[in-house]
């Protein structure tokens, strides 16, 4: 836990006790419970697992202060325990010279996207995960000046200051340009920061009826770093490389009984193709047969995952349902450069106005050769509960 955390939370619990009549809070508990089944990947050892979870949060106000607490903990059965206080957010807004200020730690989300958001900068994370996840903001000092038709902002991020995630987290200025129209709405953002160079981007969203939407998105990237395909008896090496490209078009249609349906496709010229794959595939298969002395280099080719897309070209289709207390859904995210399939089914009841059930399966399919065939679980399976006082 960083030291900021430290007298922030002391803070939040003080106003709590202090200013009671002044401050405002709604708290959410949620627990998982998951059982992972293992695949057949020569990229990772075959063993399923069982864990659990909760996640404790809570959403304070006090005045010009907005914060979010959370009490994160995990767990592997036969494996180690951990508990994590997290400060997700703590930040002031207000007024001066005519512009609109905000100081702290905030959540920066700019997509319009459901499947894969390109103008997610700042601290990305996973989009629809099946389990518990803590979603930090970034330091931001920003300033915005609102129009009839739209804001125009300028904002100093630094994204180092997250508790959960490691590694080195870029920091520079942004700027973002947003109108909004009578059935439209569109976004301009540029960004530097010390890390990828120039970043700009841009998204478009319009509605036709009160059926049909269309919505789409953006980004260029200066210099980013890629996994270089490993080749025989070597180690996976990163790469920095210049120009990377993101682009997303997608569209929603609903009714009013309640059906929804996304569809999106999504490049990003960062991912491996097809044949990248199939060369990690070959090169675990040969260190498989020659014996455990090779395990190191075998599981070190699954670090390719931690890239933001597996392969350069995806195609999601989504429905769901929410018209009464039952809300089924499905996911399916297919990689047409080799036959992927990531499937995903679930659902949640709803116990009572601040209790809701739920229970999803996520499964894992394709050819041998493809990338979602090599990840390490064929499928996971959850229940989970969320409690709102």
Same mark, same amino acid.
């Given at each position: 836990?960083?030291?900021?955390?430290?007298?922030?939370?002391?803070?939040?619990?003080?106003?709590?006790?202090?200013?009671?009549?002044?401050?405002?809070?709604?708290?959410?508990?949620?627990?998982?419970?998951?059982?992972?089944?293992?695949?057949?990947?020569?990229?990772?050892?075959?063993?399923?697992?069982?864990?659990?979870?909760?996640?404790?949060?809570?959403?304070?106000?006090?005045?010009?202060?907005?914060?979010?607490?959370?009490?994160?903990?995990?767990?592997?059965?036969?494996?180690?325990?951990?508990?994590?206080?997290?400060?997700?957010?703590?930040?002031?807004?207000?007024?001066?010279?005519?512009?609109?200020?905000?100081?702290?730690?905030?959540?920066?989300?700019?997509?319009?996207?459901?499947?894969?958001?390109?103008?997610?900068?700042?601290?990305?994370?996973?989009?629809?995960?099946?389990?518990?996840?803590?979603?930090?903001?970034?330091?931001?000092?920003?300033?915005?000046?609102?129009?009839?038709?739209?804001?125009?902002?300028?904002?100093?991020?630094?994204?180092?200051?997250?508790?959960?995630?490691?590694?080195?987290?870029?920091?520079?200025?942004?700027?973002?340009?947003?109108?909004?129209?009578?059935?439209?709405?569109?976004?301009?953002?540029?960004?530097?920061?010390?890390?990828?160079?120039?970043?700009?981007?841009?998204?478009?969203?319009?509605?036709?009826?009160?059926?049909?939407?269309?919505?789409?998105?953006?980004?260029?990237?200066?210099?980013?770093?890629?996994?270089?395909?490993?080749?025989?008896?070597?180690?996976?090496?990163?790469?920095?490389?210049?120009?990377?490209?993101?682009?997303?078009?997608?569209?929603?249609?609903?009714?009013?009984? @309640?059906? !929804? %349906?996304?569809?999106?496709?999504?490049? =990003?010229?960062? &991912?491996?193709?097809?044949?990248?794959?199939?060369? +990690? /595939?070959?090169?675990?298969?040969?260190?498989?047969?020659?014996?455990?002395?090779?395990?190191?280099?075998?599981?070190?080719?699954?670090?390719?995952?931690?890239?933001?897309?597996?392969?350069?070209?995806?195609?999601?289709?989504?429905?769901?349902?929410?018209?009464?207390?039952?809300?089924?859904?499905?996911?399916?995210?297919?990689?047409?450069?080799?036959?992927?399939?990531?499937?995903?089914?679930?659902?949640?009841?709803?116990?009572?106005?601040?209790?809701?059930? @739920?229970? !999803? %399966?996520?499964?894992?399919?394709?050819? =041998?050769?493809? &990338?979602?065939?090599?990840?390490?679980?064929?499928? +996971? /399976?959850?229940?989970?509960?969320?409690?709102?006082?």
């Amino acid at each position: 836990m960083k030291l900021y955390s430290l007298w922030a939370l002391p803070l939040l619990i003080g106003s709590a006790t202090s200013q009671a009549d002044a401050l405002e809070s709604q708290w959410e508990l949620a627990m998982t419970a998951a059982y992972d089944r293992a695949s057949d990947s020569s990229l990772f050892e075959a063993q399923s697992s069982v864990s659990r979870q909760a996640l404790l949060q809570g959403a304070l106000q006090y005045e010009a202060w907005e914060g979010q607490i959370s009490a994160f903990h995990q767990a592997e059965r036969g494996g180690s325990e951990d508990l994590e206080l997290v400060v997700e957010e703590l930040f002031w807004q207000g007024s001066w010279q005519d512009w609109d200020w905000l100081l702290g730690k905030r959540r920066l989300d700019f997509g319009v996207g459901y499947g894969h958001r390109p103008l997610d900068w700042f601290l990305p994370i996973e989009r629809n995960p099946v389990s518990l996840q803590v979603s930090e903001g970034v330091g931001v000092v920003s300033a915005s000046r609102f129009t009839e038709n739209g804001e125009l902002s300028v904002m100093l991020v630094d994204a180092g200051i997250s508790q959960a995630s490691g590694g080195d987290h870029p920091k520079g200025f942004a700027m973002r340009w947003y109108q909004l129209g009578t059935s439209a709405e569109w976004q301009l953002l540029g960004y530097m920061d010390d890390q990828r160079g120039m970043n700009l981007g841009g998204s478009w969203v319009n509605t036709y009826g009160e059926q049909w939407e269309i919505h789409t998105e953006w980004r260029y990237q200066q210099e980013y770093w890629r996994w270089r395909a490993p080749a025989l008896m070597a180690m996976p090496k990163q790469e920095q490389m210049d120009d990377g490209w993101q682009a997303l078009i997608g569209m929603t249609w609903a009714n009013s009984i @309640g059906h !929804s %349906v996304i569809l999106e496709y999504w490049f =990003d010229s960062r &991912a491996w193709g097809k044949s990248e794959w199939e060369q +990690v /595939f070959d090169n675990s298969l040969w260190y498989q047969n020659q014996g455990v002395q090779w395990d190191g280099l075998r599981q070190s080719s699954a670090m390719a995952f931690l890239s933001d897309n597996t392969l350069r070209h995806n195609l999601l289709l989504h429905w769901t349902l929410t018209n009464n207390e039952y809300h089924p859904k499905v996911d399916l995210i297919y990689t047409p450069e080799d036959g992927g399939l990531i499937l995903t089914i679930g659902g949640e009841r709803e116990i009572a106005d601040d209790w809701v059930l @739920g229970t !999803s %399966v996520r499964y894992f399919a394709g050819p =041998d050769e493809s &990338a979602f065939a090599q990840l390490q679980n064929q499928a +996971v /399976f959850t229940l989970s509960t969320t409690i709102v006082f």
